[in-house]
């Protein structure tokens, strides 16, 4: 048995102290990170500091790179169209004409691709994980790795998007943030 640090002690006490300002403690289990049930035992001097955690506070993404863009968008009772505009309507602010909103939007998720024929903007929301099919069969899994949007006819070109879930620290519900 190892005597305990002050790096230990210190970790402790800041994983203690974010739990008491709201935060939510998280133990990793074989599926991934599992909330901590009221009267359940934390972590202590002994534990592994690599599987314990706060949860992250979730970022609301932003989904303003969706309207004008060519990408098939999912609304509420299965409905499908482009986002026109997003306004600050408290109940339906997803707008998919002059005379229709929506109260919830996020992309068409995978299996289906969304075609691009390019622009001059990424029209992927930060947040997304996304599969980007290139001209040249690859695939990318990393919105990063694309230098350009336009479609030029190099082996390189985007031609398909597919959004494939919300990344861990974000969120599409409006409310929660």
């Not at 790179?65 to 986002?83: A, K, N, T, V, Y």
């Not at 600050?88 to 004409?97: A, D, I, M």
């Amino acid at each position: 048995m190892s005597i305990p640090t002050l790096d230990m002690y210190k970790w402790l006490q800041g994983m203690y102290r974010q739990a008491s300002d709201g935060g939510n403690m998280q133990k990793k289990n074989e599926g991934g990170w599992c909330n901590m049930s009221t009267g359940s035992i934390g972590p202590n001097l002994r534990s592994n500091p690599n599987d314990w955690r706060i949860e992250p506070i979730k970022t609301r993404i932003d989904l303003t790179p969706l309207i004008g863009s060519q990408i098939d968008c999912m609304f509420p009772f299965g409905s499908i169209d482009r986002l026109l505009k997003i306004n600050s309507h408290k109940h339906t602010p997803y707008w998919t004409s002059e005379t229709q909103s929506h109260s919830e939007c996020f992309p068409r998720m995978h299996p289906f691709i969304n075609h691009w024929q390019g622009s001059t903007d990424c029209p992927i929301p930060e947040g997304f994980d996304v599969i980007l099919y290139l001209r040249n069969d690859r695939r990318l899994y990393d919105v990063g790795d694309v230098l350009t949007w336009e479609c030029a006819g190099l082996p390189t070109d985007v031609i398909g998007i597919s959004f494939t879930g919300v990344k861990d620290v974000y969120t599409l519900d409006r409310h929660s943030v």
